[in-house]
């Protein structure tokens, strides 16, 4: 894959919370926690619904199929550990019928130049290491 | 009608004053050392006692935001007699102008009486631009340990504020059709302010091809839409309004402050998660309604805006959050000149703002705001006698001032 953020800065620290999401991730599995009271997904992973407040959640699969949100294309390295990478497409994807859930990841294998808000987009997997594998998407 | 009558006493409304304000020299970034930050804190204070009429032993409270004050190390050094009320606004930058309301808020309810606010800034290592880095890496001084929350927002590369607000640009653009001239006005405007005065740190007119020709840090944004990095401080001294009439300068009084924020604002660019109805807005909405509220005015009263100017995308939603010009319409409010001192509508940072005086975190839009109200500013808006200061946009709470003479 290309413009990928460099393993070297990527460093997962799951809480009970978030763990499952990571969990499937690393299955390359999506997966969207529902509050199990009202219904409303919420993301990131979090000890509350926002919406009635209920903390249960029950994990919902998603085929990962959403649209582009917004993105910037970073093309100035602030550290440099990604200079190399550099340009990178960091994208907001939003998840239909999620109630507006969002997802931030590296846009892979594109120009930046053909990124526009509002296209399809798909999810892939980048691996970064053993047992930790973070959410990309593709131009669909 | 105004706040006052629908809230009886329970307002800060006019009861307060800003008495002085002074600061340091304004350096690039690195540049006050061997300073050290909390010395330059204590010149602000002295500079801004000395600008009141005012000495260290009558300051009795401090009213801060952001990290990284030593109150207890500052008080020692300058042997202040008591110190009665010693608070911090939560969050970061976005407390700055809010931070005198809540030194208002100390003397309000009589907890003191002489308040100082104060900004200490020196990013020499610590640069704000790696502020959400992986700690420990190499250019990453001051940035947070990796996160839950952050998890779900680091890997795709974001790490530093202007990177993660170019995302809002991104969308107030694809929403609103704002483009990229109009934040080069905003730049452009601002530096235009700048060069006037013998305190910023940018001295030089810049013209859009310059603008246009910058490298780009992070789409949409250029080198020009970026904030400054710089170092120095910033005090402000607020006491009773009644008090203020006996000192030394004429009386600014606090009509108002607010800070806070809609809870799905939230940690904002940090998560990315806000609702679709405000995601490409400053945050500020309802910290306006709040403040235009208790000072009893509108955006009409406004005579002078010192907007917060991290980004230049951001002063343009701010423009909008706080009713200039319609949600939206901002890119075209500042094309069309409206924000030029002293022909515009509503003149913003005649002071030079973060992006070409300094970046203090937001107490130079307070100096500036407090300097138009006595009419003795640089860029004077002729018979100024409302000022807005703002502090913000960034992650819960935002804040703002309303300012009268």
Redo the contacts between chains.
Sequence with gaps: MKGLTPESVINLTPNVWTEPFWAAAAEHRLVVPRCTSCGTHRMPPTPFCWRCRHQDVEWEEHDGRGTLYSFTVVRHAVIPDVRDALPLIAGIVELPNTEGCRLVGNIVDCEPEAVRIGLGVTTDWYDVREGETVPVFRLA | MSPSNSTGELTMKDKTAIAGVGSTPYYKRGESMPQMPMELAAKALLAACDDAGLTIDDIDGLALYSMGFDTSLFAQWLNIPELRFTALLSGGGGGAAGSVGLAAAAIVSGQATCVASIMTLQQAAS?F??SF??RG????VYSAP????G??????????PG??F???A??HM?QYGTQREHFAEVAISTRANAIRRNTSLMKEPLTLDQYFDA???????CLFDFCLECDGAVAVITVSAARAKDLKQKPVYVAASANGGA??WGQAIT???M??EY?ASSGHRTVAQRAYEMAGITAADVDVALLYDHFTPMVIMQLEDYGFCPIGEGGRFVADGNIRWPSGSIPVNTHGGNLSEAYIIGMTHVKEAVEQIRGTAVNQVEGAEVALATGGPASIPVSNLILHS
């Design positions: 640069r631009g790696a880095a992986p890496k190499p250019g990453a990796p996160s839950p929350e998890n779900f927002i680091q890997p795709s590369g974001l790490m530093g990177q993660m170019a995302v809002l991104q969308r694809y490298r780009m840090i992070s789409e949409p944004l809870g799905r998560w990315m998660g609702p679709d995601f």
